[in-house]
């Protein structure tokens, strides 16, 4: 290679900067099942572990429910112990986990839009569509050991003593009952302004399954999709409601009104 030559490659190498960041590259074909920890921290939305790379992003799913979001990998998993990764507090409580608990998850490399990666560096949950029970079950066999999916109690057998036969008696005929009036359905609660922000989104195919899983609407916002449980009549109504869609693993959800 000539002088000249090795001074272009050279001034075209050093042209990033000093303070550009690597590139984050993603290992695709990792696809790792195992049990993670809880961390403490319950604002972020991370994980830690050895195999992804800081500041990638990666799809986690709780193999007893099948739930699915994007959490920010921040760091390698603490050393010692048979886990393979370390959840924050945030992201266990977005996946409907307990706090300080040991769960089942699959772990692998995601590549969000620009859009829900800021969304998640900001706290926001970002979901995909839950794991089908085929593929929950599939995972379940690779945990070591697999863990025992409870089956349940047989049913107990009772074999009939043949009872004698009854003596013929008269029949009497009865004149035949009238049949009970049908239950009144209760009425439709009227519609009101109230609503539950569940999540943001940037398919709208997944806000449109997001939103008729809670029986709700999508707003469009730009690039992204709002999710909103409702409408509700009272904000007691639209409170219970968000209760009941943060226990599905969606903490961040919160009440609003519109005018």
């Known amino acids: 290679m000539s002088v000249g030559a090795a001074a272009l490659l050279l ?13 984050v590259v ?6 790792d099942v195992g049990a993670v ?3 403490p921290d319950a604002t972020k939305l991370t994980v830690a572990h050895k195999g992804l790379p800081a500041g990638s992003f990666a799809e986690v799913t709780d193999l007893i429910s099948g739930r699915t979001i994007i959490v920010l990998v921040e ?4 050393a010692g112990g048979s886990e393979i990764g370390q959840l924050s507090a945030g992201a266990a409580r977005a996946l409907g986990l307990g706090a300080g608990a040991i769960a089942n998850v699959r772990l692998r490399p995601a590549v969000p ?15 995909r569509l839950d794991a089908p029970a085929p593929l929950l079950t599939a995972l379940r066999r690779r945990l070591s050991p697999p ?21 013929p008696v008269a029949t ?26 569940v999540a943001t ?30 409408p509700f009549a009272t904000r007691a109504a639209a409170e219970t409601a968000r209760a009941s869609i943060a226990r599905r693993g969606f903490g961040d959800a919160r009440t609003i009104a519109q005018d």
């Not at 993603?26 to 696809?31: A, F, G, I, N, S």
Request: charged share 15%; net charge positive.
């Open 37 to 39: 920890s809880i961390g």
């Open 172 to 197: 009497v005929m009865q004149p035949p009952r009238p049949k009970p009036a049908p239950a009144k359905s209760a009425p439709v609660a009227a519609a009101g302004r109230w609503f539950v922000q």
């Open 75 to 78: 760091g390698a998993a603490p």
């Open 11 to 23: 001034a075209a190498i050093g042209q990033g900067g000093a303070d550009a960041p690597p590139p």
């Open 113 to 127: 839009s620009p859009a829900e990666q800021a969304a998640v560096r900001s706290g926001t949950v970002i979901s």
């Open 147 to 167: 863990t025992p999916v409870p089956q349940p109690a047989p049913t107990p057998v009772t074999v009939a003593t043949p009872a004698p036969k009854p003596t």
């Open 26 to 31: 993603h290992e695709q074909r990792l696809d």
């Open 201 to 230: 989104l940037s398919d709208a195919a997944r806000a449109a399954a997001l939103a008729k899983s809670v029986g709700g609407v999508v707003r469009r916002a730009g690039r992204l999709y709002r999710v909103q449980a409702g």
